[in-house]
C-alpha cells in the first residue's frame, strides 16, 4: 500500500512541477512588422535650360541653385539675354523656359505663348550717390527722360546736366518702365545699355546719371530714388505703395511638353516651397 501510494505521490509532484514550469516559462517574442519607409521624393536628372531677362538674374540663379541642391543630376543654366531674346528662344526651341520681366504682350500670345507670374519687382529709379535729390514723382521722371527738364537744379538738386542712361530696345525693364511713366519711345536716352550691371555700373560712374534697375539689384554704389514720397523695398512694392513695378514671367510654349526634369523645375519655382528662396532674392513671390 505505501509502495502504491509513493509512486501516486511522485506522479503528482512530476505533474505540479510541470505545471509551474509552463506558468513560468516566458511568453515568446512578439515582433511587430515595421512600418512601411516613406517614400523618398523623387530625384530628376537632365538639364534645364533658361533664357531672357539679365533682371531676373539673381532669382533665377537662387531658384537654380537650390533646385540642385535637391537634385544632384540636374543642370541648370541660365543665359542672361535680355526679355525679348529669352521670349523669342521659347519661339525657336532654343530653351525650355524663357524670362521676361515684363508682361507677354498680346502678338506673342497669339503665337502659342504662356506666361506665368513668378514674382512682383520694382524697378528703381538709380542716381549716383553724390546726388542730393531724394525724391521725384512719376511725372517729374517722366518730364527728366522725355527731355522737358535737363539739368538737376530744376529738381532740387545741385546742378549739372542730367545724364539719361537705360536699356535697349527690348528689355522688359526699360518696357516696364516706359509704360509706367508713360514715355514709350519718348525717351532721350544718352546710352541704352544692354544689362541691368551695365546700367548700375553707369550711375555709379557719372554723378549727373540717371538710371532705372531691378530694385533685386540695386547695389550701394548708387542711390534709389523714393517715388511720389515712398521708398522702393519689398514691403511697398507688395502693398502698391511703390509705384515703378512690374512681373517676373516664365514663358513657355503651349502644346509644347517639358523635359521631366523641365517639368519638376517649373512646378517647385511656383509652388509656395519656393517663397522663400523668392523673397530672399529681393522681389515678392505672387504664390
Given at each position: 500500500?505505501?509502495?502504491?501510494?509513493?509512486?501516486?505521490?511522485?506522479?503528482?509532484?512530476?505533474?505540479?512541477?510541470?505545471?509551474?514550469?509552463?506558468?513560468?516559462?516566458?511568453?515568446?517574442?512578439?515582433?511587430?512588422?515595421?512600418?512601411?519607409?516613406?517614400?523618398?521624393?523623387?530625384?530628376?536628372?537632365?538639364?534645364?535650360?533658361?533664357?531672357?531677362?539679365?533682371?531676373?538674374?539673381?532669382?533665377?540663379?537662387?531658384?537654380?541653385?537650390?533646385?540642385?541642391?535637391a537634385n544632384d543630376g540636374v543642370t541648370f543654366t541660365y543665359n542672361p539675354t535680355g526679355s525679348g531674346s529669352g521670349i523669342k528662344a521659347v519661339l525657336e526651341g532654343r530653351c525650355d523656359i524663357?524670362?521676361?520681366?515684363?508682361?507677354?504682350?498680346?502678338?506673342?500670345?497669339?503665337?502659342?505663348?504662356?506666361?506665368?507670374?513668378?514674382?512682383?519687382?520694382?524697378?528703381?529709379?538709380?542716381?549716383?550717390?553724390?546726388?542730393?535729390?531724394?525724391?521725384?514723382?512719376?511725372?517729374?521722371?517722366?518730364?527728366?527722360?522725355?527731355?522737358?527738364?535737363?539739368?538737376?537744379?530744376?529738381?532740387?538738386?545741385?546742378?549739372?546736366?542730367?545724364?539719361?542712361?537705360?536699356?535697349?530696345?527690348?528689355?522688359?525693364?526699360?518696357?516696364?518702365?516706359?509704360?509706367?511713366?508713360?514715355?514709350?519711345?519718348?525717351?532721350?536716352?544718352?546710352?541704352?545699355?544692354?544689362?541691368?550691371?551695365?546700367?548700375?555700373?553707369?550711375?555709379?560712374?557719372?554723378?549727373?546719371?540717371?538710371?532705372?534697375?531691378?530694385?533685386?539689384?540695386?547695389?550701394?554704389?548708387?542711390?534709389?530714388?523714393?517715388?511720389?514720397?515712398?521708398?522702393?523695398?519689398?514691403?511697398?512694392?507688395?502693398?502698391?505703395?511703390?509705384?515703378?513695378?512690374?512681373?517676373?514671367?516664365?514663358?513657355?510654349?503651349?502644346?509644347?511638353?517639358?523635359?521631366?526634369?523641365?517639368?519638376?523645375?517649373?512646378?517647385?519655382?511656383?509652388?509656395?516651397?519656393?517663397?522663400?528662396?523668392?523673397?530672399?532674392?529681393?522681389?515678392?513671390?505672387?504664390?
Amino acid at each position: 500500500m505505501k509502495s502504491m501510494i509513493s509512486i501516486v505521490l511522485a506522479v503528482l509532484m512530476v505533474l505540479a512541477m510541470a505545471g509551474c514550469a509552463e506558468r513560468g516559462a516566458a511568453a515568446p517574442a512578439v515582433t511587430a512588422a515595421a512600418p512601411d519607409a516613406a517614400p523618398a521624393a523623387e530625384k530628376y536628372t537632365g538639364t534645364v535650360s533658361t533664357d531672357g531677362s539679365t533682371s531676373m538674374e539673381k532669382v533665377i540663379g537662387a531658384l537654380g541653385e537650390s533646385f540642385m541642391a535637391a537634385n544632384d543630376g540636374v543642370t541648370f543654366t541660365y543665359n542672361p539675354t535680355g526679355s525679348g531674346s529669352g521670349i523669342k528662344a521659347v519661339l525657336e526651341g532654343r530653351c525650355d523656359i524663357g524670362l521676361s520681366s515684363r508682361a507677354l504682350k498680346a502678338e506673342e500670345e497669339a503665337q502659342g505663348l504662356v506666361g506665368t507670374t513668378l514674382a512682383i519687382d520694382g524697378i528703381a529709379v538709380i542716381v549716383n550717390p553724390a546726388n542730393t535729390v531724394e525724391d521725384l514723382d512719376v511725372e517729374t521722371i517722366a518730364k527728366i527722360y522725355t527731355g522737358e527738364i535737363t539739368g538737376w537744379s530744376e529738381v532740387g538738386g545741385n546742378g549739372g546736366e542730367i545724364v539719361l542712361i537705360g536699356r535697349e530696345a527690348g528689355s522688359g525693364t526699360r518696357g516696364g518702365f516706359e509704360e509706367i511713366t508713360e514715355t514709350v519711345d519718348k525717351c532721350q536716352y544718352r546710352q541704352e545699355l544692354t544689362s541691368t550691371g551695365d546700367v548700375i555700373t553707369a550711375v555709379a560712374q557719372n554723378p549727373g546719371a540717371i538710371g532705372y534697375a531691378s530694385l533685386a539689384s540695386v547695389k550701394d554704389t548708387v542711390k534709389a530714388l523714393k517715388v511720389a514720397g515712398v521708398a522702393p523695398s519689398e514691403e511697398t512694392v507688395k502693398d502698391g505703395t511703390y509705384l515703378i513695378q512690374r512681373p517676373f514671367v516664365l514663358v513657355t510654349r503651349e502644346g509644347t511638353e517639358l523635359a521631366p526634369a523641365a517639368q519638376a523645375f517649373f512646378g517647385y519655382v511656383t509652388s509656395a516651397e519656393a517663397n522663400e528662396v523668392i523673397a530672399a532674392a529681393g522681389v515678392v513671390p505672387v504664390n
